[in-house]
């Protein structure tokens, strides 16, 4: 079962900067997951992310996004932040403080896949019939992968009530990728939930987008609602957004095992000087090359411009205190020039 080889991929890609690595089987999804992702589409609990719903078959079975695929490397590259935007200034979600990580954990996957000089691919790409060639794809957030379940399948550790990857004495600020290879490898086991009785994210989450035993409902969740929304926020929710104008780490905050969070010390993903000095009035004022500049190769870009501004315009008309939580909506149209890119992504 290529039990050296295991250890080795494991060995490198902590070289390479990687929190963790496991390494799962591949084939279909187990049928409670088949059966709960089916039903929270069916229940429109994806919003208006409509690429959620397509590519299923791929979804459920990765296997169909590789010709021969056997195994999953799963990773895990750590974000915790190791310098904060000030508590009194407005804040990002902490995964958008560094560069964009899809290109910096698949450029890392690439790394790894090269150190054991295997052969890339892509879809539906003809592949050597070398039996002494090993080929692999690199994904991270940009197909249509459970890349929390094959985390899970690969050992690393649990999905929490908040819907992430907690790992255990690490917590859940950690970025997901997966390398593909068409060969046999020793596989891990999963881990079991340790979450006990334990629901403190569940009381966190500001707008109720998570249940006890539920699903989570993305049309209430501000990270979807200040990132992956293309029209106004709804009112209600304008109020809960604090003081944060992209995204939402209420539910990570409160999560006990963050406490074991160590602040990651990759150079990449350290945020700009110019963006823990930003000020309120900054932030109002932000220009569209003001914008570019603060943002260039970062996450942020998902939202683009407007979206940015719009929870901004949001968040402004709030009290102060209660810019602990408020915000106004936009103007009723939808927001221009937003990327395509994970509709894009999820054909591959």
């Known amino acids: 079962m290529n039990s050296k080889l295991s250890i080795e991929l494991k060995a490198e890609a902590l070289r390479l900067g990687f929190f963790g690595c496991g390494i799962a089987r591949a084939g279909a999804v187990d049928n409670t997951t088949k059966n709960n992702f089916g039903q929270w589409l069916e229940e429109g609990l994806q919003a208006d992310m409509g690429y959620m719903a397509g590519h299923q078959d791929k979804r459920l079975d990765p296997r169909l996004l590789m010709k021969g695929l056997k195994s999953i490397v799963c990773v ?3 974000y915790a932040p190791a310098q904060h935007i000030p508590e009194n200034e407005w804040q990002l979600a902490a995964y958008a403080y560094g560069e964009d990580y899809h290109e910096i954990v698949k450029n890392k996957l690439r790394a790894l896949a090269h150190r ?6 892509m879809q539906d790409e003809d592949q050597d019939d070398d039996e002494h060639v090993i080929h692999y794809r690199v994904f991270c957030d940009t197909a249509p992968i459970l890349e929390r379940y094959w985390a899970a399948q690969a050992g690393l550790g649990w999905i929490g009530r908040n819907h992430q990857l ?6 859940s600020m950690f970025f997901l990728g997966e390398l593909f290879l068409d060969i046999d490898l020793e596989y891990d086991s999963p881990q079991s939930n340790r979450c006990g009785t334990c629901h403190a994210c569940i009381e966190a989450c500001p707008t109720c987008a998570l249940s006890l035993g539920g699903p989570l409902d993305a049309n209430r969740c501000l990270s979807y609602q200040t ?3 293309r029209y106004d926020i709804p009112s209600p929710l304008i109020k809960k957004m604090g003081n944060t104008i992209y995204g939402c ?3 990570l905050e409160a999560c006990p095992w963050n406490r074991f969070a160590q602040p ?3 150079p990449e993903l350290q945020p700009k000087p110019e963006l823990l000095q930003m000020t309120r009035s900054q932030w109002m004022n932000l220009s569209i090359d003001d914008y570019q500049k603060l943002f260039k190769k970062s996450a942020v870009k998902r939202a683009k411009y407007d979206g940015l501004m719009r929870n901004i315009r949001a968040i402004s008309s709030l009290p102060r205190e209660s810019a602990k939580q408020n915000t106004i909506t936009a103007n009723g149209n939808p927001l221009k020039e937003q990327s395509d890119q994970n509709e894009n992504d999820e054909q591959s």
Do not use: Q
């Open 116 to 121: 054991f000089r295997f052969k890339e691919v």
């Open 264 to 266: 990651n010390d990759l």
């Open 166 to 171: 907690i790992i255990p004495k690490a917590g």
């Open 76 to 78: 895990a590259m750590n």
């Open 227 to 229: 990132i992956e929304n």
């Open 249 to 251: 780490d209420k539910c």
